[in-house]
């Protein structure tokens, strides 16, 4: 087979790649992954696959973005009930993820993430940015990076404790539980009121378009606006 330049149909020669950098990274780790051993496994030249991605970062955000499909994702996470969000961010991952006997390619790259420094910032990065981030946006509340942020750090922590170190407890308990566990957490963080500074003031926030769902509840946060800062209790 001739190896060299551009083969035809870009579209599935893309797909071929990510597909060929999402096992190495899920059987090496990120670390031992090269461009070179990538576009040997796709069968192209690594010239090609500098050309469509440019290095190794590139091509592991590229796995990331095939398997969570973020624009999607956050189109279907919206739907329903704004007080059910973090039900539904639960039990998307947890699907993403898979069961742990037989998980999806997302568990590659939390092993990846589990073993290495950048691999665990590029999928912090990713999750913060690019998918949760994009929802908290959309959400309209205050703190949008922070929150995104700390729902990151406990999907990763999550899975990591499930499916990588294998804590038998989270392993034992059934998908339905999990969601039931994890779904108040990632609530607070993505539409929870923001704590009290140690000034004991809260800058109150006023809608800047329509009010949350009344199933959001009380301690639901408002979208951001502009209002006078009010004393704490």
């Known amino acids: 087979m001739n190896k060299m330049g551009r083969r035809p149909g870009p579209s599935t020669t893309r797909g071929e790649i990510v597909a060929a950098a999402a ?18 496994d796709a069968g192209v030249d690594p010239a090609l696959v500098r050309r469509f991605f440019g290095g190794k970062e590139q091509l592991f955000g590229a796995v990331m973005v095939s398997v969570f499909r973020p624009e999607e994702a956050v189109v279907g996470l919206l739907r329903g009930p704004r007080g059910r969000l973090g039900e539904r961010l639960a039990g998307y991952v947890l699907d993403v ?9 997302l568990l ?17 990065e990713f999750l913060a940015k690019e998918m949760l981030g994009k929802l908290t946006r959309s ?5 949008p990076e922070l929150r995104a942020g700390l729902a990151a750090s406990q999907l990763v922590g999550f899975v990591i ?27 607070r963080y993505l539409t929870g009121r923001a704590p009290l500074p140690a000034d004991g003031h809260r800058v109150a926030l006023l809608p800047a378009a329509a009010p949350a769902s009344p199933e959001a ?16 209790p």
């Open 217 to 232: 509840g009380s301690d639901t946060a408002t979208p951001t606006g502009k209002a006078p800062e009010v004393s704490g």
């Open 108 to 124: 590659g790259l939390i092993r990846s993430a589990a073993t290495s420094e950048r691999a665990a910032a590029l999928a912090r």
């Open 23 to 40: 096992v190495s990274f899920s059987r090496v780790g990120f670390e031992a992954t090269s461009v070179r051993g990538v576009a040997a």
């Open 139 to 143: 959400l309209g509340v205050d703190h």
């Open 97 to 105: 993820v898979g069961e742990v006997e037989a998980p999806g390619p």
């Open 161 to 187: 404790a499930r499916y990588v170190v294998r804590v038998d407890a989270l392993v034992a308990a059934g998908r339905e539980e999990l969601v039931a566990w994890l779904a108040p957490a990632l609530q």
